[in-house]
């Protein structure tokens, strides 16, 4: 079945150091890829997506390009601030007789200022 | 435009008693989702609907889970008996057909079972 593997956390960084968070993912078909970011006391909220092979989904200096080669959707960030402190949800939705998305286990992430 | 709503937004019970929860989504959106999510682990799908009609509810524990949307609209999540181990975040979540199913979430409720 299809399935979301992320990197453990947490990931610890200092402002304007560069972030990554790895994001492999299996699937039958061809799903879109999408990360999620929750902040502390909050529901998830989308930060980005990308629905084909070799889009770059972008949002807030956040980026992540779908490869299918690798199957991976890897985020990353130049810089980040103490206020992108929170926990990222890597996932994948594909149409099965009706969307189903499958989220990975989340990656909590600290910056210290 | 209003965000998906829940609430309450935080729940204390003792093991064996009820308890329900209850979720508004975005006006207009016809899939509506409840998800799980155990503290330190991802949101896991309990059930899906589009419109009043299940479309996946699979991993649902029908012994003791029940959920409906009656009128294609809001929707009622309820435990009856709840165990310790339904101690756990239950978010809500509603998606739009044409969007790639970019889901739009609540603030969540957080279940306390003692």
């Known amino acids: 079945g299809n399935s979301v593997t992320q990197m453990e956390g947490p990931v610890t960084l200092s402002e304007e150091a560069f972030l990554t968070i790895n994001c492999t993912y299996t699937?039958?078909?061809?799903?879109?890829l999408f990360w999620y970011v929750q902040y502390p006391g909050e529901g998830l909220q989308l930060l980005l997506k990308a629905t084909k092979a070799d889009d770059k989904g972008s949002n807030k200096g956040f980026e992540a390009t779908y490869r299918k080669e690798t199957t991976s959707f890897h985020l990353e960030k130049g810089s980040v601030q103490v206020s992108d402190s929170a926990v990222y949800f890597c996932?994948?939705?594909?149409?099965?007789?009706?969307?189903?998305?499958?989220f990975g286990a989340g990656t909590r992430l600290f910056v210290k200022a | 435009e209003a965000g998906v709503a829940q609430s309450p937004r935080y729940k204390i019970i003792e093991k064996r008693q009820s308890v329900a929860f209850w979720c508004n989504p975005i006006?207009?959106?016809?899939?509506l989702y409840w998800y799980q999510q155990i503290l330190g682990q991802g949101p896991k799908l309990l059930i899906q609907?589009?419109?009043?009609?299940?479309?996946?509810d699979s991993q649902l524990p029908k012994d003791r889970f029940s959920a409906e949307r009656l009128k294609g609209v809001d929707s009622t999540l309820k435990i009856q008996p709840a165990k310790l181990e339904d101690s756990a975040v239950y978010l809500c979540?509603?998606?739009?057909?044409?969007?790639?199913?970019?889901?739009?979430f609540g603030p969540g409720t957080r279940l306390t079972v003692l």
């Open positions: 699937a039958t078909g061809y799903p879109s």
């Open positions: 006006s207009g959106h016809a899939t």
């Open positions: 996932a994948l939705s594909e149409e099965t007789g009706g969307f189903k998305t499958i």
């Open positions: 979540a509603s998606s739009s057909p044409g969007m790639y199913n970019e889901q739009f």
């Open positions: 609907f589009q419109n009043n009609g299940v479309v996946d």
